[in-house]
């Protein structure tokens, strides 16, 4: 019999690759989600799919690993203080109901992992971060530090539990590429900001990997996923208008973003050189190490 994978966040931009990859592997999947109508529309392939007020039917489930993608999306909406709490909310809950979960099994899972991001080192300029520095006094310093806190609490129930701080995802059908591609296709993209921040980015193919490498390579802690080689945001932005022959000319500057988007700005402004310490000990290959590789392979 194939393990069972146990995933929140399938229908998302990395649940819907993983899901796939799962079922590559050999792994059935159970999805528990917010939507179970609109989920059974969009995976076939999931061996069932719960809704997330009933998490506590699957207790008595032969669950080999559990995977946290779930959380609203932060570029969705402005970030008022009302919508900020549904951000922060929405990530912390999902995950104390797995950590229930987990508790009432009386098999438990052999591995949990739950993504987080790089925001949780805040603007640190051109320094190398590596996954022993501290969380930033910031909004998303505070949302991912308190996230993984809840996370890690699997550790007390016997399960082993990784953390995924994620870069900036390379991906075909990602909408926050779309969103940053379009300037450039319009003939009209260029830096944002003052162009020097740290983009800390990683490819959907090797994110994908690196969740599968952790469950089976018997892993546990927290793990920056992200390319070896960041980029400015100068830089970055060149590689995708050079692939797809557009320039990159026109900057877009800082009090323009700050007006538009107010303190989500900060996503793109501020900047941070994450660096995978934990993955490439661990003997992970990274597919794609510049991000000109990256861009070529979803814009060709």
Same mark, same amino acid.
């Given at each position: 019999m194939s393990k069972t994978v146990l995933i929140t966040g399938a229908t998302g931009l990395i649940g819907g690759h993983l899901v796939k990859a799962l079922q590559s592997a050999g792994y059935s999947y159970i999805a528990l989600t917010t939507n179970p109508a609109s989920a059974s529309q969009k995976l076939p392939g999931a061996k069932k799919i719960v809704g997330v007020n009933d998490y506590l039917s699957l207790k008595d489930e032969n669950i080999f690993a559990v995977i946290n993608l779930a959380g609203a999306n932060l570029g969705e909406k402005r970030w008022t203080e009302t919508n900020k709490k549904m951000f922060y909310d929405s990530r912390i809950d999902i995950t104390g109901k797995l950590i229930h979960l987990m508790e009432m099994m009386p098999q438990k899972p052999e591995v949990f992992v739950s993504t987080s991001g790089v925001d949780y080192y805040g603007d640190t300029g051109s =320094? &190398?971060?590596? %996954? &022993? *520095? /501290? /969380? *930033? @006094? #910031?909004? !998303?310093?505070? !949302? #991912?530090? @308190?996230? %993984? =806190? %809840? *996370? !890690?609490k699997a550790q007390g129930l016997g399960v082993r539990t990784a953390i995924m701080r994620t870069g900036f995802v390379i991906a075909g059908d990602s909408d926050a590429v779309k969103k940053l591609l379009l300037p450039f296709k319009l003939f009209v993209g260029g830096t944002l900001g003052g162009g020097k921040q740290y983009v800390s980015w990683i490819h959907i193919d090797d994110l994908v990997a690196a969740y599968l490498y952790i469950i089976e390579k018997n892993l546990n802690g927290v793990f920056n996923a992200s390319s070896p080689n960041p980029e400015t945001n100068r830089e970055f932005g060149r590689s995708a208008a050079k692939i797809l022959g557009r320039p990159a000319i026109f900057p877009v500057p800082a009090y323009i973003l700050k007006l538009i988007l107010g303190e989500m700005s900060a996503v793109v402004l501020d900047g941070r050189r994450a660096l995978p310490g934990r993955l490439l000990e661990a003997g992970f290959s990274f597919k794609f190490t510049h991000s000109s590789d990256a861009w070529k392979d979803i814009l060709k």
């Open positions: =320094a &190398d971060m590596y %996954e &022993d *520095a /501290p /969380p *930033a @006094d #910031t909004f !998303l310093g505070k !949302l #991912t530090h @308190d996230w %993984e =806190a %809840e *996370a !890690l």
